[in-house]
């Protein structure tokens, strides 16, 4: 962090050496730990530059030494800064009607478990939402059949090729429409065909002719011989 070096007649003055000392902390602050024998007025403008990570970071390697005093204004602005001033209002007034006393690093690593804990369980109503979702969409799915199911109503074949067929599924119209068409079924048509064509195209047979009641009585006598003429 660059600081402005000036005299109040607007000439450069050199940084001192704890100035330097300071920016080069701050430079560093990723590489920053344990800050026990620092003195607090050298940490009061240091540590305002970390981040959250960098905060807590510090302030969990440094033995033997409390930084709240320093440190707790620090965590009020990111607790600020993460949920909002209203939040912060809220947490103030609960602890003074419960006459309690809580760190703000403390108060926003609470607080960030609780919106934690949130989320998982808004993650986790979602997930199992859509896994129900997606399973009424999957029962909703045509399934194809290959196994065609028995027919519980009796058809009658009829007595010839020439029937028509109906039915509800069309496979089974397909089955029987392809048997109506097959060689066997054709076959036993045109013989059916022939026989009808063969049985009016006989002549009808000749039965013997009856002898008439006359006809018979006349053969039944005897033809006399003629009479002779005497000479």
């Known amino acids: 962090m660059d600081e402005d070096y000036s005299s109040d007649e607007g000439q450069a003055v ?23 024998e620092t003195d ?16 807590m970071h510090v302030e969990k390697s440094t033995k033997g030494r409390d930084l709240t005093p320093i440190t707790d204004k620090l965590w009020k602005k990111f ?28 108060l926003y690593e609470a607080k960030l478990k609780e919106v934690d804990m949130a989320e998982n369980l808004i993650g986790d109503k979602l997930k199992s939402r859509y896994q129900e979702a997606n399973a009424r969409k999957q029962s909703r799915q045509v399934q194809i059949c290959t196994k065609v199911p028995p027919s519980s109503n009796k058809r009658s074949w009829g007595n010839g090729p020439g029937y028509n067929v109906t039915g509800k599924s069309n496979l089974m119209k397909k089955a029987k429409l ?28 000749k039965r013997p002719a009856a002898f008439s009641g006359n006809a018979s009585t006349s053969s039944s006598k005897q033809i006399k011989p003629p009479k002779r003429l005497p000479f």
């Open 79 to 106: 607790y600020e800064k993460e949920f909002g001033t209203t939040r912060v209002n809220e947490v103030i007034e609960r602890m003074k009607q419960k006459k309690v006393a809580f760190r703000w690093s403390q």
């Open 40 to 55: 607090s007025h050298l940490l009061k403008r240091i540590l305002p530059h970390c981040t959250v990570d960098q905060l």
């Open 14 to 36: 050199a940084p001192s050496l704890v100035d330097l000392c300071i920016n080069t902390a701050i430079d560093n602050l990723r590489r920053l730990g344990d800050v026990g």
């Open 178 to 205: 392809d048997f109506l068409k097959s060689n066997e079924v054709k076959n036993l048509a045109a013989m059916k065909r022939n026989a009808l064509q063969k049985s009016y195209s006989a002549p009808p047979m």
